[in-house]
């Protein structure tokens, strides 16, 4: 059974960067779509990044287009955000996610990543951008 664990989160400056990473366990990931979703104390969760299974096709919210980066390693299990100029409103908990869902993974983005979308999901990291 699949597993997947977030590392990397912390503390930063507005500006600043951090690049969080998903390992998974258990089963491969070459046959999922992969995700990146956040959730502010008091908000619903909310996608941030999609990934294909093959890593040629990525989606990301318009809050983050152009600010982060997704990519997976599957060779290694590994998932990835790079997050750069960071703002106090990109303060969450982050979750990665797994989704076995066919268009997902040939990268058929028909809008913003969807949590409903992800069956598998890992315990999260925390970012906090703070002066």
């Known amino acids: 059974q699949l597993q997947l664990v977030e590392s990397g989160g912390g503390l930063v400056q507005p500006g600043g960067s951090l690049r969080l990473s998903c390992a998974a366990s258990?089963?491969?990931?070459?046959?999922?779509?992969m995700g990146w979703f956040r959730q502010a104390p008091g908000k619903e969760r909310e996608g941030v990044a999609e990934?294909?299974?093959?890593?040629?096709?990525?989606n990301y919210a318009d809050s983050v287009k152009g600010r982060f980066t997704v990519s997976r390693d599957n060779n290694k299990k590994m998932v990835y955000l790079q997050m750069n100029s960071l703002k106090l409103e990109d303060t969450a908990e982050y979750y990665c996610?797994?989704?076995?869902?066919?268009?997902?993974?040939?990268?058929?983005?028909?809008?913003?990543?969807?949590?409903?979308?992800?069956?598998?999901w890992g315990q999260g990291t925390q970012v906090t951008v703070s002066l």
């Open positions: 996610a797994a989704s076995q869902n066919f268009p997902l993974r040939a990268g058929v983005f028909t809008g913003p990543p969807t949590p409903d979308e992800y069956n598998t």
């Open positions: 258990g089963s491969t990931l070459d046959q999922r779509a």
């Open positions: 990934i294909s299974s093959g890593g040629g096709s990525t």
